[in-house]
């Protein structure tokens, strides 16, 4: 068996009276790519802190890398590679005074050449000399991944890497991450985007502090038992009213020329749509298989509803 | 890699990354080269006061009965303090050299004798001048003192000698800066203003950069410890410095011909130190502050004592005791008897071991303090 690279139980975190991070119990495997996901403000980024030690738990235990999460920070920030959320580098340091910089904190051996490495793997070699305050976005994750990556981490955290760059970057950037999977190295990553959930190996789902869902992709979606549907035909705007009034329908999404329709209970949500179809001859009714979105959607309803 | 080697591949990272940022930071350079010569020229005027209670040694070598109603008048005219445990001129030269006593009096032997004869019999005074204002009017006073005091005692038959002109004569010398010029006074305190100000204010600001530009957070994520930061970020601008005092000093000699009495080297040893401690401090207060503003007020907070309590704006003898005591606890106080000592009066080391030891002090405090409050952790 594996060993876990983060092993950590009932974690918790207050800012003041907030409690942001409750009972969070965590278990990812060495090697594995583990997608941390959630709404804005569901905790990602403090429970991501507390993992490599930037933070301090309130209460709870564990391990990163074997190393204690309260006790050994040091040990953790030699071993953990973290890109934050914010581009957090220097940005009146160029691309290369950056690397070299990070090199000497972690004391990277000889360092020029595993700077010069750096600039090449990661296409940065001709902008060594550019100011960091200068590039875009894509180039300045290119740069914190890179920086993170430079003392050889075994284990990375990555907050949000991909927010605000454009799909050709975040494709290369996956590339590189399933890369860097494959030779040991576990991946943490926070995201937004489904379809960077699903090149996970597995997920976790956070809403206000709350972990609501932990495993694959398929695991959670089976076993969340969602039913979902597609509608189409003319004049989808108007039956979306009456579909979203029909019990048993908890959302109807517009995609295109298809609405999606999904119910908590899939049984319910079957009768509703018999019902709908028998009135609506003019559209299609097909059952089809809920998505991710489907599901972390359906959660945080359920989080909302409770809260009221 | 070993540990210290891994310590001092950190510290050596943080040297070259403020480095270079200095450099980049056009405003901030220009401001530190800027400043001094702008204040130089701005306090190149004098700031007067009057200040009373002065430490005076008294030499007497003269057993009649005028030279005791002599040091009773002194004494009665709140200017001078008598220290009494100096009883040879050699101690009490020492003491005049160090600046412990502000003034040296002394009796002759046949003092008494002489004023009864009517021979006018020399009084001499020796002052420590280097801060004209701190002895001009207890200079002025004594003329005055020593004829109320003497009229008292010459009557009956002495009468006939006390009226018309003194019956003593006052032999005054002003040392170390003997036309009593206010510029060798403020210009060497102006050295210790600016290096205070900048210094403070300059590193006061260098963390609470990190934490609001959000680089603090990648900085703390990596295994730099507390002590590498801080001596990382102080040492470029000890640099700086040097650079600031070398400009001042040039001045000084140049443009008011201050003279340079002592060794260069210890000048240079004493401002190190004083750089260091100031630096220090505005580290300590960086950790300290959640923002620049706060940093920047809390630097002025401390700047504003020390321009008034150190003796630079005010003669320190003259001020009242809570804020002579008040006063001792700044490193500027101590920073400005030190480089008095060394340009003016070529005091050495072991002369000047008072003035040194209480800036050790601070310098040591301060990292401590620093040090206990810097923030490992973003909590
Ligand atoms: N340093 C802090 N002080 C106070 N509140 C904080 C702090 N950091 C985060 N929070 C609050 O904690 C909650 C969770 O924040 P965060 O962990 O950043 O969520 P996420 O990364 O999932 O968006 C938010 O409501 C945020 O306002
Ligand atoms: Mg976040």
Known sequence: MRALAIDVHKLNKHFGAKHVVRDLSLHVLGGEIFGFLGPNGSGKTTSIRMLCGLLTPDSGSGTCLGHDVVRETAAIKREVGYMTQRFSLWEDLTIGENLDFIGRMYGVRSRTAAVARALDRFGLAERSDQLAGTLSGGWKQRLALAACMLHEPRLLLLDEPTAGVDPKARRDFWQEIHALAA?????????????????????????????????????????????????????????????????????????????????????????????????????????????????????????????? | MSRIAASWSRFTGIVVKELIQLRRDRLTFGMMIGIPVLQLLLFGFAINSDPKHLPTAILVADQGVFSRTLVAGLQNSGYFDVVRSLRHEDEARQALRAGQIQFLVQIPYDFSRRLVRGERPALLVEADATDPAATSNALAALSGVIDTALAHDLKGPLAALAPGASPVELRVHRRYNPEGLTQYNIVPGLLGVILTMTMVLMTGLAMTRERERGTFENLLATPARPLEVMTGKIVPYILIGLIQVVLVLIAARWLFAVPLEGSIVLLFLVVLLFIATNLALGITISS????????????????????????????????????????????????????????????????????????????????????????????
């Not at chain 1, 009714?285 to 809920?290: R, S």
Request: hydrophobic share 50%.
């Open chain 2, 288 to 379: 300290l502050a959640r923002n620049q503003l706060q940093a920047m007020q809390m630097t002025f907070f401390f700047f504003l004592p020390s321009i008034l309590l150190s003796g630079f704006m005010f003669p320190f003898r003259g001020m009242p005791e809570w804020a002579q005591a008040l006063g001792s606890i700044l490193p500027l106080t101590h920073f400005l008897v030190l480089v008095r000592g060394i340009l003016l009066k070529g005091s050495t080391t072991t002369e000047l071991w008072p003035a040194l030891w209480p800036i050790g002090a601070f310098l040591a405090a301060v990292i401590a303090i620093g040090l206990l409050f810097y923030r490992r952790t973003l909590d």
């Open chain 1, 183 to 308: 030779t040991g190295v576990t991946v943490l990553v926070s995201t937004h985007y489904m379809d960077e959930a699903e090149r996970c190996h597995r997920l976790a789902y956070l809403a206000s502090g709350r972990l609501l869902a932990m495993g694959t992709a398929q695991e959670i979606v089976a076993r969340r038992g969602l039913g979902a549907w597609a509608v189409s035909g003319p004049e989808l705007s108007a039956i979306t009213r009456t579909l979203e009034a029909l019990a048993g329908v908890d959302h109807v999404t517009a995609f295109g020329n298809v609405l999606h329709v999904t119910g908590r209970d899939a049984r319910s949500l079957g009768e509703a749509m018999g019902i709908a179809a028998a009135s609506h001859p003019a559209h299609r009714f097909e059952p089809v298989a809920p998505g991710l979105e489907d599901v972390f959607i359906s959660l945080m309803d359920e989080v909302r509803d409770e809260a009221r």
